[in-house]
């Protein structure tokens, strides 16, 4: 059965959002993307042939837009700024959010991490896909995966020492 | 605090924290089915403005070119007397020029022809193989040293704007060859999507509409590949070379002009035909 436009924004949206968000780290860019990839869905739904579940094909494409954008001027442009000192509108909008929400602990401890261990984490703990799923996902080998989320367990944990959170991710998953 | 809990603990900050108003969710929509009636296409102005520009370029070019006198009179009516003073005139150069370059041309076209594997299966070709063996070589020799003599006749009895306009079709001859050489592995461009091979006219429209060209047989959109892009434009620098040789040595430039539009004649209505390959998405230009 297809889900109508309105039932695949209200399910998947903020779901999506998060997924962009962590990649960009910019609430402002990360509703645009999600906008974009639900534009592009839309005109393009005849190419989805449900071989995968329209969860996977909207993370995909939105893991594909994220990067789009972290390749782009304007993501150059405002980490340029944020190096040399400048801030950048983006960062003041991700800073209010951080400030406004004083609970995002761990989401900063994840946003402190290189974007190969970022999106390893976030599609393992948050989006709920195995391994395989992840290498397919991103076209990389498994062992590659695997190692990926051993290191960026060690670094999440090093990072939430140092903030009193006592961690965790030894553990067996 | 155990995997589990950072997972559960993530979850719930990420679900608290970052989520779209409803108002936000609405105006999503309404967006995305403006986007679907809006039926606007919104070419790709790069590749249109790169072509424009070229051409502008070129038109500035040719016309500097035309009204420069000095350049074009020049070359014209005093070819010979330049090709005098770097002695050239001799007759005996002209036939040594004319001579070995022919020769080079006909070895070439034979190599090329039997090394193209297209060709592998084509009755005539079988007979060019065989003759082509080793046992063959000294007739082909005594061949070319026959060549000698109606060569040395017909230069002697020649003009020496006739000779010019002799060497300058060899010298097409061979960038013909050149760019036979160059597709002698490949074969003819195929639809991405659905595998069939495009008819010759079919490829000649596409190979002048970058842009909407569509396959006839499973009409999904199909564009110019980057790596085709790039082969072809990494064929022409040695026939511009063969061009600025021509005019370094003072040939007329309606020669070198005459040389230049066979050779992209030959280049668009056949060599096209191998060089170019499709894909399914819009590649960048490199």
């Known amino acids: ?173 | 605090m155990e995997m589990n809990d950072f997972k559960e603990k993530w979850k719930k900050e990420l679900d608290t924290n970052l989520q779209f108003t409803q108002q936000e969710k609405t105006q999503i929509i309404n967006k995305i089915v403006s986007s679907q009636n809006n039926k606007i296409h919104k070419g790709n102005w790069a590749y249109n403005t790169v072509l424009a520009g070229f051409t502008i370029l070129g038109l500035f070019f040719i016309m500097i070119t035309l009204s420069d006198r000095s350049f074009t009179l020049n070359t014209m009516t005093l070819g010979s007397r330049h090709l005098d003073e770097i002695e050239f005139t001799s007759n005996f150069y002209w036939f040594l020029i004319i001579y070995i370059l022919t020769v080079f041309t006909i070895t070439a076209l034979i190599f090329t022809i039997i090394k193209t594997t297209r060709w592998e299966n084509k009755k005539w070709i079988l007979y060019i193989k065989i003759y082509a063996e080793r046992k063959y070589v000294p007739l082909l020799i005594f061949f070319y040293f026959l060549l000698a003599i109606p060569t040395f006749l017909v230069v002697n009895i020649l003009q020496i704007l006739f000779l010019q306009l002799w060497l300058v079709l060899i010298v097409s001859a061979l960038n013909c060859i050149y760019l036979l050489w160059c597709i002698r592995n490949s074969e003819q461009a195929a639809c991405p999507h659905c595998g069939c091979q495009f008819s010759s006219r079919k490829i000649f429209s596409m190979s002048w509409n970058a842009y909407r060209t569509k396959c006839d047989k499973c009409n999904e959109r199909i564009f110019h590949s980057t790596s085709s892009k790039k082969k072809n434009s990494s064929m022409f620098p040695v026939l511009f070379l063969t061009y600025f040789i021509l005019g370094f040595f003072q040939f007329p430039f309606p020669f070198i002009l005459m040389s230049f539009l066979l050779n992209s004649l030959v280049f668009n209505l056949y060599i096209s035909k191998f060089t170019m390959s499709f894909s399914k998405e819009d590649e960048p230009l490199w």
């Open chain 1, 1 to 173: 059965m297809r889900l109508s436009i309105e039932q695949i924004v209200e399910g998947y949206s903020d779901y999506l959002l998060r997924i962009a968000y962590i990649y960009v780290k910019d609430k402002r860019y990360a509703e645009e993307i999600v906008q974009d990839v639900f534009i592009n869905f839309y005109k393009k739904q005849d190419q989805f042939r449900e071989q995968s579940s329209l969860k996977t094909y909207l993370t995909k494409m939105t893991v594909n837009r994220s990067y789009d954008y972290l390749r782009s001027w304007k993501s150059k442009k405002e980490l340029l700024f944020e190096r040399v000192g400048f801030k950048g509108n983006s960062k003041d909008s991700e800073r209010l959010l951080m400030e406004s929400e004083e609970k995002m602990e761990l989401t900063k401890a994840v946003l402190q991490l290189k974007i190969k261990y970022r999106e390893v984490i976030l599609l393992y703990y948050f989006g709920d896909y195995s391994i395989e799923e992840i290498a397919q996902l991103l076209h990389t080998p498994n062992s590659t995966i695997k190692s990926r989320i051993q290191r960026a367990r060690n670094m999440l944990k090093e990072i939430l020492q140092q903030s009193d959170l006592e961690v965790l991710i030894n553990g067996n998953e």
